[in-house]
């Protein structure tokens, strides 16, 4: 018996270089030795976007768009919209009751959001919402209503996923042994840093290089990233570990190519401009078959539906035969 992943993600934007790395390559791998649940999470994602439901509804679609063009495989991957899974709501209802107030305004990665999204929640976060402040315990019942035993994460979810193991132990206390503790495994990429430098690659930070970039954006992009501010000249000798340029080839270009524009770089051999041009073709390379793929299901929008309803289709029956044993245990279940 294949073990289950549940993994989740809010849509609010297109991936970008940073998601591939850091989350893609691994689901790529993970998928062919799991059960494995892949969760478009709507309902979190409204819980800082309740007042744009529009940009929720289009990033459903895109971010399942995005997923299948970097190689997730319907047939062994189960696509499925949070929303159409009323147990995950009604399980987060129950498991309301096993956490504190307290708790949850110590769990960091809430704390980090809150401090991020002061327009939202002003600026000590006294405008905060029950529905934001509890969403860990929603991501508690995404995992448990699948019985997930396994979570590809990103360091950041870590107090996340504490938060659900703390959960299902108090569960499994009060009303037995019923639920399993999931287990994070984190990506073995490091973190892609972002075009300013920045050591994190995000959609609000403005410093992402996105899937759906086109060849125009992709280039007004690079020319404008950061390289070595010692090198003035063409011929100027400079330090490629300090500039974004080489980072990305690095990231991306075949292994001959980044050794010679590294040994280039640090001889003054090779000017920035060309330097770029080569990064622009590569970044062009790299995507083209992520492109394509993404063209192909944009012109068929059927079969992106239809992917959707038969993920969703099976991860409600799993759900719905987790929630028969959860009422079960809790004596609810007349
Ligand atoms: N909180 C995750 C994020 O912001 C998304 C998510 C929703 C998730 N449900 C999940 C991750 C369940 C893992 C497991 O990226």
């Not at 002061?118 to 019942?141: C, R």
């Not at 009303?175 to 050591?199: F, H, M, W």
Request: some cysteine; proline content about 4%; charged content about 30%.
């Amino acid at each position: 018996m294949k073990k289950t992943i549940l993994t989740g993600l809010r849509p609010t934007g297109n991936l970008h270089l940073g998601h591939l790395f850091g989350a893609g390559h691994n689901y790529i791998k993970l998928q062919n030795d799991y059960d494995f649940y892949l969760e478009i999470a709507d309902v979190q994602a409204l819980t800082d976007n309740f007042n744009n439901p529009d940009k929720i509804r289009k990033n459903v679609i895109e971010i399942t768009i995005d997923l299948l063009s970097i190689g997730l495989d319907p047939t062994k991957v189960n696509f499925f919209i949070q929303s159409k899974i009323p147990e995950i709501s009604e399980l987060t209802v129950y498991y309301s009751n096993l956490v504190t107030v307290a708790r949850l305004e110590r769990n960091p990665t809430v704390k980090a959001e809150i401090s991020q999204k002061k327009e939202l929640f002003g600026n000590d976060g006294e405008s905060i919402t029950y529905g934001f402040l509890g969403y860990p315990v929603s991501q508690a019942a995404d995992i448990t209503a699948f019985n997930g035993e396994v979570v590809p994460v990103g360091e950041d979810q870590l107090p996340l996923l504490e938060q659900c193991r703390e959960i299902v132990r108090k569960f499994n206390f009060i009303y037995g042994e019923t639920l399993k503790e999931p287990q994070a495994i984190l990506s073995e990429t490091k973190r892609v840093k972002g075009l300013d430098g920045n050591d994190k690659m995000g959609k609000s930070l403005g410093n992402a290089i996105f899937l759906n970039d086109d060849d125009e954006t992709i280039k007004k992009k690079i020319m404008g990233a950061i390289t070595d501010p010692a090198k003035i000249k063409k011929d100027d000798k400079a330090n490629p570990d300090i500039c974004m340029v080489y980072y990305y080839h690095n990231l991306i270009n075949k292994k001959e190519n980044t050794k010679n524009i590294c040994n280039e770089c640090k001889k003054g051999a090779r000017g920035c401009v060309q330097c770029k041009k080569e990064l622009i073709e590569a970044i062009n390379t790299f995507l083209t078959p992520i492109r394509e793929k993404r063209k192909y299901y944009e012109n068929n929008p059927e079969i992106v539906k239809k992917i959707l309803d038969t993920g969703t289709k099976k991860a409600k029956e799993k759900a719905e035969e987790q929630m028969k044993k959860i009422k079960s245990a809790m004596k609810i279940n007349y």
